[in-house]
């Protein structure tokens, strides 16, 4: 009889969505998402060959050996050569930097502007409201592409540029997700008792409603990276995005496209690294959102 009420206390608990820790989550994560966990270890892998490129490159990625141009796979060149014998493998290590920067920091941009305004809009209400929402509207009307390109083309190509016209199309989606969650949430008991309690607005955004926001943003954020690697590599395949020295695969991607029928491999590599990238962060934003979901949580057997 003992037993059978502790299970129904645990169960009740679970049922009312007590809160687990970070490590409860991480365990989950770890034994309900498996691939999520995969795609995780890719990432990092991935992040750590980018940063300590220059031990792990095998080549000079610039280097240029006009004599063993077009070399196919071979031990000495895994990915063999591109159009002016430069090693494939090392451009794409190397083109990993700017690719994963280019996902990570135009997004956690977009993501802290669009957050704020979102706050604004969803508690301020009225003016404030409409005001953020029109603009938000105008930005979503346009397809991001197109618009990201009418940004490029004005300002020109370099990094700066496409982390503003990254940025410039990805805010909007972020402000009316957080606008939605703060109208729910500042009807919530305990911000009207901060309210009651003499409460600014600004604090009352940061300490009660922001923290609420959290698990989506951090779904958000993983899920719209790939969104600005694929840009990336979109507007470098229309020639507007990173320009050489810098390689990115978006780069190497338009710039093997040319020699699709001689040597593939010089486009189909950096491709499939796009791929595989913006697949780990989509499956680990899956598992992710699965994890933070208060639903989603199983009653204990």
């Known amino acids: 009889m003992q037993k ?40 990092l892998l991935i992040a750590l060959a980018a940063i300590f490129a220059p031990a792990v490159a095998p080549y000079d990625p610039n280097k240029q050996d ?16 591109d159009q002016l014998g ?8 190397y083109g990993a930097r700017i690719s994963l920067l280019i996902g990570l920091a135009p997004t956690g941009i977009s993501m802290l502007l669009g957050t704020a305004l979102g706050l604004m809009s969803g508690y301020l209400g009225k003016t404030v409201d409409f005001i953020i929402m029109r603009l938000a509207d105008i930005t979503m009307a346009f397809p991001s592409l197109l618009l990201a390109m ?19 199309v990805s805010w909007a989606g972020t402000a009316r997700v957080v606008r939605a969650q703060t109208m729910s949430l500042r009807e919530k008991e305990y911000v009207e008792a901060a309210r009651s309690m003499g409460v600014g607005s600004f604090t009352t955004m940061i300490r009660h409603i922001l923290p609420n926001c959290m698990p989506s943003l951090i779904v958000l954020f993983t899920l719209n990276i790939p969104g600005s690697i694929l840009s990336e590599s979109s507007l470098s395949f229309l020639g507007i995005g990173a320009q050489p020295p810098d390689t990115s695969w978006g780069l190497m991607v338009s710039e093997g496209k040319d020699y699709l029928f001689t040597n593939p491999v010089i486009a189909i590599a950096p491709g499939v690294a ?7 962060f989509n499956f680990l934003g899956d598992g992710v959102r699965d994890v933070l979901d208060p639903y989603t949580k199983q009653t204990i057997p």
């Open 4 to 43: 059978q009420q502790d299970l129904e206390v645990r169960n009740l608990a679970a049922e009312l969505g007590e809160e687990d820790s970070l490590r409860d989550k991480a365990l989950r994560l770890c034994r309900e998402n498996k691939l999520a966990v995969f795609s995780l270890l890719v990432i």
């Open 66 to 81: 006009l004599l063993n141009r077009m070399q196919g796979m071979s031990l000495a060149h895994p990915f063999g050569t």
């Open 86 to 93: 430069r090693d494939v493998l090392s451009r794409m290590i």
């Open 150 to 168: 009418v940004v490029m083309y004005t300002l020109g190509s370099g990094i700066i540029n496409i982390f503003l016209a990254l940025t410039l």
């Open 274 to 280: 796009i791929l595989v990238l913006a697949l780990a």
